[in-house]
């Protein structure tokens, strides 16, 4: 799993298509058998998306320690290596999880 990660997370181009084919995927399934909206889906999606990204951002965060890169006004608790395509691709996984499995719990048909 990890290789593959590494390879749709090594340019930005790569990481957007995959994390558009995964949300179109998603926004065809919502449409499709829980009868939303193109636009319903696709904020609330958002709204899912965002709010977990928050919640994946600080895992595995190292601040910076070597002494040389750290530049003037750095904040010291920095990530030396944010990792943000490879956390986008973890968010666009979760957020399709938990946004398909709040659908039906939440009875947001025709939103």
């Known amino acids: 799993m990890g290789a593959v990660l590494d390879t749709v997370a090594a340019t930005t181009l790569r990481t957007l298509a995959a994390m558009l084919a995964v949300i179109a995927l998603v926004v065809v399934i919502a449409v499709s058998q829980f009868r939303l909206t193109v636009f319903g889906a696709v904020a609330l999606y958002f709204v899912v998306w965002w709010t977990l990204l928050f919640v994946i951002l600080p895992i595995r965060n190292q601040a910076e320690t070597d002494p040389d890169r750290v530049v003037p006004g750095q904040d010291p608790g920095a990530p ?14 979760l957020a399709s999880v938990v946004f398909l499995v709040a659908i039906p719990l939440f009875e947001l048909a025709g939103l």
Do not use: I, M
Request: net charge positive; glycine share 0%.
């Open 80 to 93: 030396a290596s944010p990792r943000l395509r490879e956390k986008a691709l973890w968010t666009t996984a």
